[in-house]
């Protein structure tokens, strides 16, 4: 068994066909909160991944879960930033937007909305990796989550930045009937976040 990836609060297992994400210890926290952390953020990514896929969004079949691991398909391709390029960027951020509408409208917040965490696989976008996300309505957790695409767009794509980002939106506003309310707080999160700074 070998580990794919590991992320501040998990660590990815390859198992071939399959992946295990699987919560680790935290050796700081009180045991009794860890344990208590661990187990509602699996069974939470469980129900955003499940209710994703219910709802048209592109992610990894689930298998089953436990305590602390949930077992998925292995999903092949690239990750969007290894790939992305002037020929696919139309295509990939299209994509993007329309799903990332998809997720709003149905008060799923991704809340690490990067291209490492977007597979690129059999001319399809897959969103992977809910482990920091939530369930909310509120107009500023989806302008947050845009925030934070926005930002990671800029730091990783910077050659394609505005036509890829201004194609997402485009694409989200065409899949959102909120998604103006979205967008005026976004606007409203850069300036805070500018001043602040």
């Known amino acids: 068994m070998n580990i794919l990836a590991r992320a501040a609060e998990a660590i990815i297992l390859d198992k071939g066909h399959y992946i295990i994400k699987k919560r680790i210890k935290k050796g700081y926290r009180i045991k009794n909160l860890d344990i208590k952390l661990r187990k509602e953020r699996t069974n939470l990514e469980y129900k955003l991944i499940t209710r994703a896929r ?3 969004v592109n992610v990894p079949s689930l298998m089953d879960k436990n305590t602390y691991e949930i ?3 292995k999903i092949g391709g690239s990750a969007v930033k290894n790939i992305l390029n002037k020929k696919n960027l139309e295509f990939i951020a299209k994509e993007i937007g329309r799903q990332l509408a998809c997720l ?3 008060d799923i917040v991704h809340g690490d909305l990067t291209t490492s965490n977007m597979i690129f696989f059999n001319n399809k976008v ?3 990796d809910f482990g920091l996300g939530y369930f909310s309505q ?3 957790d ?3 989550d845009l925030y934070l695409l926005k930002q990671a767009v800029m730091s990783k794509h910077a050659k394609f930045f505005n036509t ?3 194609l997402i939106i485009k694409e989200y506003k065409k899949n959102y009937d909120d998604s103006e309310n979205v967008l005026k707080r976004l606007e409203t999160i850069e300036k805070r976040r500018r001043y602040t700074i």
């Open 126 to 128: 897959y969103f992977i």
């Open 138 to 140: 509120r107009i500023e």
């Open 142 to 144: 989806k302008a947050t």
């Open 104 to 106: 709003h409208k149905y």
């Open 164 to 166: 890829f980002f201004n």
């Open 54 to 56: 219910r709802i048209g």
């Open 71 to 73: 077992r998925m398909e």
